[in-house]
């Protein structure tokens, strides 16, 4: 199995481009999610899917829009990106262990690193 | 609200000694606790759980956490520390009722030779 694998794994964009950040996993894990990780910030959630079709909003969803037409792929789109999307993004998937799809241990990528100018 | 914290944003170790680093958590009901460790230029990898049961919980490579619902934490432990141990470990917790992870801001954990 590849497990989770995120591509690209390094990115530069100017002010107002927009990208795709693309996310997949073999595993046939319902559950998947994107964090960003800022020094000092922790991982902060953005979005995140119970499952194919479904998607909901994390902390800090303004500027990325997502999608789920598979149980493989979560891809992530910055839609006009910002300095302040400059920060590395990790995708994550875990099989449901609890009621109502609640997520058990996650399987990160590798982390894909985003500067915008 | 409910939050996930590590108070101590850095924890430094001798080599061999036993190293605690901490997790505390305010959130409604019983929930899921998870530690991850975050080696230089890596993805997060996960090093255990507490779903339900004993309240000690042992993981990878030595390491282990208990649950204390009293206190409503969850430090994660090992009895002798390796150099090697040296990384970024993060608490994260799932509330009860809830499918969103939060994680704490992460404690960086120095293993000195």
């Known amino acids: 199995n590849a497990g989770v694998t995120q591509t690209p794994k390094f990115q530069v964009l100017k002010t107002g481009q927009s990208m795709t950040l693309q996310c997949a996993q073999d595993m046939n894990h319902e559950y998947m999610s994107w964090y960003r990780q800022d020094p000092g910030m922790g991982l902060r959630l953005i979005h995140y899917s119970v499952g194919a079709g479904i998607t909901d909003q994390g902390e800090v969803p303004n500027g990325y829009n997502v999608s789920r037409s598979t149980t493989e792929d979560f891809p992530l789109r910055l839609l006009s990106a910002a300095p302040s999307q400059t920060s590395v993004y990790f995708c994550?998937?875990?099989?449901?262990?609890?009621?109502?799809?609640?997520?058990?241990?996650?399987?990160f990528g590798p982390g894909t690193r985003l500067t915008v100018t | 609200a409910q939050s996930v914290a590590q108070p101590e944003d850095q924890v430094n170790v001798a080599e061999g000694n036993p190293l605690t680093v901490k997790c505390t958590y305010s959130v409604s009901g019983n929930p899921y606790l998870f530690w991850y460790v975050q080696y230089p230029n890596r993805g997060l990898q996960f090093l255990l759980k507490?779903?339900?049961?004993?309240?000690l919980v042992k993981g990878s490579y030595g390491f282990e956490a208990e649950f204390n619902k009293s206190q409503t934490s969850f430090h994660l432990k090992k009895p002798s520390a390796l150099v090697s141990d040296s990384a970024l470990y993060f608490c994260?917790?799932?509330?009860?009722?809830?499918?969103?992870?939060?994680f704490g801001k992460g404690t960086r954990l120095h293993i000195l030779p």
């Open positions: 994550a998937s875990s099989y449901p262990g609890g009621q109502g799809g609640v997520p058990y241990e996650q399987y």
């Open positions: 507490y779903i339900t049961g004993d309240n």
């Open positions: 994260a917790v799932v509330p009860q009722g809830h499918d969103k992870i939060i």
